[in-house]
């Protein structure tokens, strides 16, 4: 099974909006509605930021946003603050009954 | 406060196995699967298997099959992921996580271990 597809980097400034996306396969990504969001700060571990697609846990501040089209799902961060800059990934369920993470996304804020 | 607590640092020589170790607190530990995701040196997650405690049912990634054995003490509340003859390759952060509803493989990993950081060197 191949990791998912991200961009390696994206930038924003503060305030403004970024999208993060995150492609697969009609196997994982486009096959079910198991699709979570980690942020993951340098030495730290991962953090849980949206599961199901678009679902947010408790805590997570609603500025982070997820959706999916097709074989390609999204992270959208809006009014982007300078803590939001950290590392992100994607993960999908898959028809294996296994689980796959994107490559990873480095989250600049200029 | 529901937490995982991993074992310390191994430093270890090739060839050599190796257990290290994922304590579950603060929730039933044997209604909810728990897995292990690889971080090599400056590089991204990678999903290596789960197992459900309640009867040990495990899944593996394609690439980590017959390379790690994952396994569970529901007694001690702790899972383990081990390794028979290291490689310099396996140097890595291992992190412990545990699925966020019980019973279901496919919903996400809600909390995290620290991390066990391993170092094969000859």
């Known amino acids: 099974q191949s990791a998912l597809t991200q961009p390696a980097s994206v930038s924003g400034s503060p305030g403004q909006s970024i999208t993060i996306s995150c492609t697969g396969t009609?196997?994982?990504?486009?096959?079910?509605?198991?699709v979570s969001w980690y942020q993951q700060h340098p030495g730290k571990a991962p953090k849980f930021m949206i599961y199901?697609?678009?679902k947010r846990p408790s805590g997570v501040s609603n500025r982070f946003s997820g959706s999916k089209s097709g074989n390609t799902a999204s992270l959208t961060i809006s009014g982007l603050q300078a803590e939001d800059e950290a590392d992100y990934y994607c993960?999908?369920?898959?028809?294996?009954?296994?689980?796959?993470f994107g490559g990873g996304t480095k989250l600049t804020v200029l | 406060e529901v937490q995982l607590v991993q074992s310390g640092t191994e430093v270890k020589k090739p060839g050599e196995s190796l257990k290290i170790s994922c304590k579950g607190s603060?929730?039933?530990?044997?209604?909810?699967?728990i897995g292990w995701v690889r971080q090599m040196p400056g590089k991204g997650l990678e999903w290596m298997g789960i197992i459900y405690p309640g009867d040990s049912d495990t899944r593996y990634s394609p690439s980590f099959q017959g390379q790690v054995t994952i396994s569970v003490d529901k007694s001690i509340r702790t899972a383990y992921l081990q390794w028979s003859s290291l490689k310099a390759s396996d140097t890595a952060m291992y992190y412990c996580?545990?699925?966020?509803?019980?019973?279901?493989?496919?919903?996400?990993?809600?909390?995290w271990g620290q991390g066990t950081m391993v170092t094969v060197s000859s």
């Open positions: 603060g929730y039933s530990f044997t209604n909810y699967w």
């Open positions: 996580a545990k699925h966020l509803i019980p019973a279901r493989e496919e919903e996400a990993f809600d909390i």
């Open positions: 993960s999908s369920y898959t028809s294996s009954s296994t689980w796959v």
């Open positions: 199901d697609v678009s």
């Open positions: 009609s196997s994982d990504v486009g096959g079910y509605n198991y």
